[in-house]
Structure formats: structure tokens, C-alpha cells
């Protein structure tokens, strides 16, 4: 059943993040053209039947995404993801894929992992997604628990805070994601302002205690349709 909203509900109802995985493949439309690309999925996709915690999200690339601008995300667990068994034929995805190739001038794709997810409200319609490259993962996952537990009653109670991998395809070379999600632009640069001003002692803690991180790149995402 289609489900057109504005949160990132990737994994919500798998408590075991570290089996989650998911395929993005960025692609750049032609001004005007993105109306077009969302009728051809909604086509192939509203009456879909994915197997249990599977879906496709289809999302619009804002700032930071360079050529891209847009993306879609296949996702579930690890080995047992995507259309339930016998709901699509090979001929169907083909077709589906042809579909959109005219209207695809570039692409990219890449799979990885969710290992840390903290779901935030229905109103954090953006996604701010960091790739990185971290030198020692251990070290990341336990700054970022940290930070986490820290700030996730006050600024991060409302926002959806997650961290995962890079495995196939790393954009960049990056090895990890991480995403936080907001209200819009604007909310998101209050929260940069507030986490510089306000939680300057946990944020220090935070990159200290993180070690040795190359930032890649930062995009905004916005949700434009989920099917699951």
C-alpha cells in the first residue's frame, strides 16, 4: 500500500538495527522532469507487495547533492529484503527500469547498513545526511551512544539520529553515514547555532572522543513518497 508522507521511517519496526541494509541510486532529472520520474514509480509501485519491514522510498535531493537530484531507497533486512516472493516479474522490473531511462541522465548507487537509529516526529520532513569517512568505528559508535544519550531529550528529542555503513559503492570513499533529520533548512541551522551555543562542553566531548573523521560531503533530503 502506498504511503505518502514526510518522515524517514526507514527501519522503525526492526529493533536490530545492525541487520538492516538498504540500496540508494542517485539520480538527475532535467528541471521539470521530476513530476514525471514520481508518476512512473507511483505506477509501478502503489500496488506493491514487499516482503515483512521491506520498502522503496522515493526522495528529492536538495542542497549539497551536486548533478543528483533525486534518489531512491531500497531497504529491509539484511538477505530477506525487497518485493515479497512472486509480486513482480523480471519482465516488470525491466520495464519498470526502462521506464525511467530516459529521464535518468546520471546515476549512482551504493548499499550499506543502519546500525544506530533513534526515530524522531512527523514534523522533521528533512534529512541532513553526512558521508564520512571514520578512522575508528568502535570509537564513533560509542561518542555518537554518547552524544545521544546526552542531548536526545533536549535537542535531538524531536529528531530522527541515526549512523550506518557504507559497503558497496561508497560514494566518495566515504565508509558511514550520518543523518539528522529537521523541520527544514532554517531548523536545521538553528540546530548547528544550538549545538555550537548552547551544548559547546558535549559537542568538544563528542569530536574528542569520536577520532579522526574526514567529512565528504552534507546533502538535504526531502521525503517525497514511501511504499511499503
Known amino acids: 500500500m502506498k504511503k505518502i508522507i514526510y518522515l524517514f521511517t526507514l527501519f522503525t519496526t526492526i529493533n536490530i538495527f545492525g ?11 532535467n528541471r521539470g522532469q521530476g ?18 519491514n521491506s520498502g522503496f522510498n522515493l526522495e528529492r535531493l536538495w542542497q549539497g547533492s551536486g ?14 529484503r525487497g518485493r515479497a516472493e512472486g509480486d ?30 533513534k526515530q524522531g516526529n512527523d514534523k522533521q520532513t528533512n534529512l541532513l545526511v ?7 568505528p568502535t570509537n564513533y559508535a560509542k561518542a555518537h551512544k554518547n552524544i545521544l544519550n546526552k542531548l536526545g531529550s ?3 528529542k524531536n529528531r ?9 559503492g561508497r560514494p566518495g570513499g566515504a565508509t558511514h553515514w550520518v ?39 552534507d546533502v538535504r533530503i526531502e521525503r517525497m513518497a514511501q511504499y511499503n
Do not use: C
Request: glycine share 6%; charged share 25%.
Open 154 to 156: 533536549s535537542e535531538f
Open 19 to 29: 541487520q538492516n541494509a538498504f540500496t540508494a541510486v542517485e539520480i538527475k532529472v
Open 88 to 117: 513482480m516479474s523480471e519482465y516488470e522490473n525491466s520495464a519498470f527500469w526502462s521506464s525511467l531511462r530516459p529521464y535518468m541522465l546520471k546515476t549512482r548507487a551504493f548499499s550499506g547498513r543502519v546500525i544506530d537509529w
Open 179 to 217: 543523518l539528522l533529520s529537521g523541520e527544514g533548512t532554517d531548523d536545521l541551522i538553528m540546530m548547528h547555532k544550538n549545538l555550537q551555543e548552547k551544548y559547546t562542553k558535549e559537542i568538544t566531548e563528542y569530536f574528542t572522543n569520536r577520532g579522526e573523521v574526514i567529512d565528504l560531503r
Open 160 to 168: 530522527t539520529v541515526a549512523f550506518g555503513t557504507y559497503d558497496v
Open 67 to 80: 548533478d543528483f537530484t533525486h534518489r531512491f531507497v531500497f531497504y529491509g533486512p539484511i538477505g530477506d
Open 130 to 136: 553526512y558521508d564520512v569517512i571514520v578512522k575508528n
Open 35 to 52: 513530476g514525471a520520474v514520481a508518476k512512473i514509480v507511483d505506477d509501478f509501485m502503489k500496488n506493491a507487495k514487499f516482503k515483512e
